[in-house]
């Protein structure tokens, strides 16, 4: 009975089951399947990758700038008066453009050149060591160094007030003095950095 079951016909159809029921069978009907399954197609399949630059700020890096630049906002600042800060990103503007007309590249990075060139590294304070006054040099963060400059580059700026030039054009051919390396800004801070130098000795007095 054993022998008659081993050769009997279920085995052919069994294998004929197997093979239809048979999920490594290739097939090629992709739409089918997916419609059968519910399932996207394979083709649709991704992988989600970071927002680039572009879709990310709305702009390319190195094309514009950003659209909260510390500098800028503090050099808009310190351009306003009386509380007028719509004016004052008015001047700012004229300034950029017109440092943008004369050097025929982007004004921002030459903007930010000309302060970092203006800012000085230390401050100087004056403090009663023993029975005198000495001078104690300071370290300034980032942004003081770059009030300072913004603050110096604008005084130095005011020589031409007398003559009847427009602020905006004495700060950007200050801007560009600075950029040349003809302002005299420079002697400021050679000026500061050399009495630092001298009075480092006091540079822990309290």
Same mark, same amino acid.
């Given at each position: 009975?054993?022998?008659?079951?081993?050769?009997?016909?279920?085995?052919?159809?069994?294998?004929?089951?197997?093979?239809?029921?048979? @999920?490594?069978? %290739?097939?090629?009907?992709?739409?089918?399947? +997916?419609?059968?399954? !519910? #399932? *996207?197609?394979?083709?649709?399949? $991704?992988?989600?990758?970071?927002?680039?630059?572009?879709?990310?700020?709305?702009?390319?890096?190195?094309?514009?700038?950003?659209?909260?630049?510390?500098?800028?906002?503090?050099?808009?600042?310190?351009?306003?008066?009386?509380?007028?800060?719509?004016?004052?990103?008015?001047?700012?503007?004229?300034?950029?453009?017109?440092?943008?007309?004369? @050097?025929?590249? %982007?004004?921002?990075?030459?903007?930010?050149? +000309?302060?970092?060139? !203006? #800012? *000085?590294?230390?401050?100087?304070? $004056?403090?009663?060591?023993?029975?005198?006054?000495?001078?104690?040099?300071?370290?300034?963060?980032?942004?003081?160094?770059?009030?300072?400059?913004?603050?110096?580059?604008?005084?130095?700026?005011?020589?031409?007030?007398?003559?009847?030039?427009?602020?905006?054009?004495?700060?950007?051919?200050?801007?560009?003095?600075?950029?040349?390396?003809?302002?005299?800004?420079?002697?400021?801070?050679?000026?500061?950095?050399?009495?630092?130098?001298?009075?480092?000795?006091?540079?822990?007095?309290?």
């Amino acid at each position: 009975m054993l022998a008659r079951f081993a050769r009997g016909p279920a085995i052919p159809s069994l294998g004929l089951g197997l093979r239809a029921l048979s @999920t490594t069978t %290739p097939t090629h009907n992709f739409a089918d399947l +997916a419609r059968i399954t !519910s #399932s *996207p197609l394979p083709s649709s399949f $991704s992988v989600a990758l970071p927002p680039t630059d572009v879709e990310a700020r709305g702009y390319a890096p190195g094309t514009m700038a950003l659209r909260n630049d510390p500098i800028l906002d503090l050099f808009t600042n310190m351009l306003m008066q009386h509380g007028k800060k719509a004016e004052a990103q008015r001047h700012a503007a004229s300034i950029l453009a017109m440092v943008q007309a004369a @050097t025929n590249s %982007p004004p921002l990075p030459q903007l930010h050149r +000309a302060i970092e060139l !203006s #800012s *000085p590294s230390v401050r100087l304070l $004056s403090m009663r060591k023993r029975a005198k006054t000495v001078m104690t040099p300071r370290g300034l963060t980032d942004r003081q160094r770059a009030r300072t400059g913004i603050k110096w580059l604008l005084k130095s700026a005011e020589r031409g007030r007398k003559g009847g030039v427009k602020r905006d054009d004495r700060v950007a051919r200050e801007v560009l003095a600075v950029l040349d390396g003809s302002s005299d800004v420079f002697k400021r801070v050679e000026e500061v950095h050399k009495i630092a130098m001298l009075q480092r000795s006091n540079i822990n007095a309290r």
